[in-house]
C-alpha cells in the first residue's frame, strides 16, 4: 500500500497543477487520513522513510523530497532539487542542489534591482549594449511595417 495518495483538491503555481496529498497509513507524526502539502506528481515525495509534505508547501518539478525530510509551511522545492534526511525546510525556496567542491556564482541585475542571479559551474552572464538592443528592436518595428505595407500593396 502507497504511504501517500494524490486527491483531486488542486492548485496551480506557475502554470503547474499541484496536488494535495493524503496521508493512506501512519508514520513518523503523519495520521492515516491526513492531508499534506501540494505535489506535482508521485515522484516528488518518497514512498520510504518518513518525508512528508505539509501545510501550503509545494513540491514540483523533478524536486525529490525524500528519507526523514519534512518541507512544510510556505516552502517551495522545486527544479532539480533534493531534500532529505532531517532536514525541515519551513519557509523560502529551495530550488537545486550542489557538490561541496562547486563554486556557486552571484550576478547583479542591475542597480535598480533587488534580485541578483545564482549560477554554477562555467556559466557566463553578459550585460547587453542598451543602444544596441534599442537600435534592434526599431529595426524589427520597421521590418514589421515594411511587410505590412507590402501586403497591403499586394491588394492593390
Known amino acids: 500500500m502507497s504511504k501517500f495518495s494524490l486527491t483531486k483538491n488542486t492548485k496551480v503555481w506557475c502554470g503547474i497543477t499541484l496536488y494535495q496529498i493524503k496521508a493512506e497509513i501512519s508514520f ?3 495520521v492515516k487520513g491526513e492531508l499534506g502539502g501540494y505535489i ?3 515522484e516528488n515525495l518518497s514512498e520510504d ?3 512528508w509534505v505539509s501545510g501550503n508547501a509545494r513540491v514540483y518539478g523533478d524536486a525529490w523530497v525524500y528519507g526523514d525530510a519534512c518541507v512544510s509551511g ?3 522545492v522545486y527544479g532539480d532539487a533534493w ?3 532531517k532536514l525541515s525546510l519551513t519557509l523560502g ?3 537545486g542542489h550542489k557538490e561541496k567542491k562547486e563554486e556557486v556564482k552571484y550576478f547583479s541585475l542591475g542597480d535598480d534591482s533587488i534580485y541578483e542571479l545564482i549560477g554554477k559551474g562555467n556559466c557566463k ?3 547587453e549594449n542598451s543602444q544596441k538592443t534599442e537600435l534592434l528592436k526599431k529595426a524589427e518595428q520597421l521590418e514589421i511595417q515594411a511587410k505590412n505595407i507590402r ?3 499586394s491588394k492593390l
Do not use: M, Q
Request: net charge negative; no cysteine.
Open 40 to 42: 506535482e506528481k508521485k
Open 83 to 85: 531534500v532529505s534526511g
Open 49 to 51: 522513510g518518513d518525508a
Open 93 to 95: 525556496y529551495f530550488f
Open 74 to 76: 510556505n516552502a517551495r
Open 28 to 30: 513518523g507524526n503523519v
Open 125 to 127: 552572464v553578459e550585460e
Open 151 to 153: 501586403e497591403e500593396i
